[in-house]
């Protein structure tokens, strides 16, 4: 029953992070270990992404989808009146792409990555009271 259910986590956790299993055997051909070797960079990316989502930083703060193709939609909470002054855009060198400003009186807002090549992008949100929160974007 135990090697049925390893058998089963492994082939399981193969299809969803793209891992290989490598067995290594005796001279008498007996298996002696497992080697699982998982693909670190959707594994990683997954725990960026589920991360951020459930940081108790940004609790107040939903967004999806991540990652996105044409539009992302985020929504927030105005915690005592701690209002977004400014939404902006930066690509991983630094670059601003974007400022989205105005955003006294809304709890809401759509970002367009259309026009944004695939990548990484990172969006900040500046409080009127200074505070700034940083999403970590993929763009696909």
């Keep these: 029953m135990k090697n049925k259910t390893l058998f089963l ?7 969803s992070f793209g891992q290989q299993t490598l067995f290594s055997y ?3 051909g007996n298996q002696t270990n497992v080697f699982v070797e998982i693909n670190i960079i959707a594994a ?3 725990a960026t992404d589920s991360t951020l989502l459930n940081n108790p930083i940004y609790k107040d703060v939903k967004y999806f989808p991540n990652p ?3 539009e992302l939609y985020m929504e ?3 915690i005592d009146e ?8 930066f690509n991983l ?4 792409l974007k400022n989205y400003k105005e955003l006294n009186n809304v709890n809401n807002y759509t970002l367009t990555f259309d026009s944004y090549p695939q990548g990484i992008y990172l969006v900040t949100f500046l409080y009127s009271n200074g505070e700034q929160k940083t ?3 993929i763009k696909q």
Aim: proline share 3%; aromatic share 12%.
């Design 82 to 89: 701690n209002t977004l002054s400014s939404i902006t855009i």
């Design 135 to 137: 999403f970590k974007i």
């Design 93 to 96: 060198e630094g670059v601003l």
């Design 26 to 28: 005796d001279p008498a």
């Design 44 to 46: 990683s990316r997954m």
């Design 68 to 70: 996105v193709k044409s």
């Design 76 to 78: 927030w909470e105005v």
């Design 9 to 15: 986590f492994l082939f399981i956790t193969s299809l």
